[in-house]
């Protein structure tokens, strides 16, 4: 059965001429649709019991919390993004919802937050986009950015999970992520970490990203697009970037990646390259992918492309790994066959070109 949600609509949305200006150069997470989806949980998670309930939708704006919110405190938040497309016919879609409501559960239990019917999760983007279905773009490249997120809301400072919880849904017309499908550099870390053993690294919390900010700085200021993290326990292992997956291609067909050891976030993009990667017939590992191999695999010719992949970008080609030490890659690197194949296979899929063979997407609108 699907969610019934109560609708009050944003009474003063923008007008035809607002929502077009907007469109015509959306950027990436600085404009908003006119509305949201909120939804009020109370229980105890120790205790595994409570309820979601007043499933609504309400106007876009600010979230009203008292100034102990545990939120603010404890940092008990986590958060998903997908995207929904338009499709030639008009119609919107959106790609693998199911894989982001499942992994929102999995980043909650880590969390201690309340799990969230995966279908109250469908439903509630659905409401969302059908409602502000206007806001969709139709650009090459440009979709409407869903952002869910789960808060924690009890007004209360001792060291507990919340008893209360808010998961809500809003919407943000976005175009290219990077703005081009060039070659972008990222930057090495070899002061900070994302996450440890232990760790909420496989959590989609904003404490991870928070932890990241202080590392891409550092990559800013050495022109770089994006900042790489290394596991300094595992040889020097590959981990991900601050907000991307990595994968690795070579002269013999082999496709790398590093392995999922509960530090790194499981993309619902990086899975589905996996998929259509062996359905080529490609060999596609995923294992301990260190930074000497990058460094060899590049002097020799054998490593021949590196991308980048992630719901916001989709998969963006990596020229160069930059740090204090080393250069490894060339700044002429063009992006490579494997990789802007896949892309363009990945994009066809969400944006209805071809066929959907794989039954990933779901119409919201």
Same mark, same amino acid.
């Given at each position: 059965?699907?969610?019934?949600?109560?609708?009050?609509?944003?009474?003063?949305?923008?007008? #035809?001429?607002?929502?077009?200006?907007?469109?015509?150069?959306? /950027?990436?997470?600085?404009?908003?649709?006119?509305?949201?989806?909120?939804?009020?949980?109370?229980? +105890?998670?120790?205790? /595994?019991? /409570?309820?979601?309930?007043?499933?609504?939708?309400?106007?876009? !704006?600010?979230?009203?919390?008292?100034?102990?919110?545990?939120?603010?405190?404890? #940092?008990?938040?986590?958060?998903?993004?997908?995207?929904?497309?338009?499709?030639?016919?008009?119609?919107?879609?959106?790609?693998?919802? $199911?894989?982001?409501?499942?992994?929102?559960?999995?980043?909650?239990?880590?969390?201690?937050?309340?799990?969230?019917?995966?279908? %109250?999760?469908? +439903?509630?983007?659905?409401?969302?986009?059908?409602?502000?279905?206007?806001?969709?773009?139709?650009?090459? /490249? $440009?979709?409407?950015?869903?952002?869910?997120?789960?808060?924690?809301? =009890?007004?209360?400072?001792?060291?507990?999970? @919340?008893?209360?919880?808010?998961?809500?849904?809003?919407?943000?017309?976005?175009?290219?992520?990077? !703005? %081009?499908?060039?070659?972008?550099?990222?930057?090495?870390?070899?002061?900070?970490?994302?996450?440890?053993? !232990?760790?909420? #690294?496989?959590?989609?919390?904003?404490?991870?990203?928070?932890?990241?900010?202080?590392?891409?700085?550092?990559?800013?200021?050495?022109?770089?697009?994006?900042?790489?993290?290394?596991?300094?326990?595992?040889?020097?292992?590959?981990?991900?970037?601050g907000g991307m997956n990595v994968f690795f291609v070579f002269k013999d067909g082999r496709v790398v990646t590093p392995e999922l050891t509960g530090t790194i976030l499981e993309g619902v993009t990086r899975r589905s390259?996996?998929?259509?990667?062996? =359905?080529?017939?490609?060999?596609?590992?995923?294992?301990?992918?260190?930074?000497?191999?990058?460094?060899?695999?590049?002097? @020799?010719?054998?490593?021949?492309?590196?991308?980048?992949?992630?719901?916001?970008?989709?998969?963006?080609?990596?020229?160069?790994?930059?740090?204090?030490?080393?250069?490894?890659?060339?700044?002429?690197?063009?992006?490579?066959?494997? %990789?802007?194949?896949?892309?363009?296979?990945?994009?066809?899929?969400?944006? !209805?070109?071809?066929?959907?063979?794989?039954?990933?997407?779901?119409?919201?609108?």
């Amino acid at each position: 059965m699907s969610t019934q949600f109560v609708r009050q609509p944003n009474p003063h949305p923008a007008t #035809g001429e607002v929502r077009n200006a907007i469109l015509a150069n959306p /950027g990436f997470g600085v404009h908003f649709t006119d509305n949201m989806i909120s939804i009020d949980w109370t229980g +105890d998670v120790e205790k /595994g019991n /409570g309820q979601w309930e007043n499933p609504r939708l309400e106007a876009y !704006g600010p979230i009203a919390l008292d100034p102990s919110a545990a939120v603010f405190h404890y #940092g008990q938040e986590i958060f998903e993004g997908l995207k929904a497309y338009r499709h030639e016919d008009g119609s919107v879609w959106t790609f693998r919802p $199911e894989a982001n409501a499942a992994r929102l559960n999995q980043s909650a239990e880590r969390l201690a937050l309340p799990a969230l019917p995966e279908e %109250t999760f469908v +439903d509630a983007v659905r409401e969302l986009v059908s409602t502000d279905e206007k806001w969709v773009p139709s650009g090459d /490249g $440009e979709s409407l950015y869903l952002r869910p997120f789960m808060i924690a809301t =009890e007004p209360f400072l001792g060291v507990r999970p @919340s008893r209360q919880a808010r998961f809500s849904v809003i919407a943000s017309p976005a175009g290219n992520y990077f !703005g %081009t499908v060039e070659p972008v550099d990222i930057w090495l870390s070899r002061t900070y970490a994302r996450a440890g053993k !232990g760790g909420t #690294g496989s959590a989609k919390c904003g404490g991870n990203y928070a932890a990241s900010l202080i590392a891409q700085m550092e990559g800013d200021a050495h022109g770089c697009s994006q900042v790489l993290f290394l596991d300094h326990e595992r040889d020097d292992a590959i981990e991900e970037l601050g907000g991307m997956n990595v994968f690795f291609v070579f002269k013999d067909g082999r496709v790398v990646t590093p392995e999922l050891t509960g530090t790194i976030l499981e993309g619902v993009t990086r899975r589905s390259i996996i998929e259509l990667a062996k =359905e080529r017939g490609l060999q596609v590992e995923e294992r301990r992918f260190t930074l000497d191999e990058w460094r060899e695999g590049k002097a @020799s010719g054998e490593l021949t492309e590196v991308f980048a992949c992630g719901t916001a970008a989709v998969i963006a080609p990596v020229r160069r790994l930059v740090s204090n030490d080393e250069v490894i890659g060339n700044e002429d690197d063009q992006p490579g066959e494997v %990789t802007m194949s896949l892309r363009q296979q990945l994009l066809d899929i969400q944006t !209805g070109r071809v066929e959907d063979t794989h039954g990933w997407l779901t119409r919201l609108a």
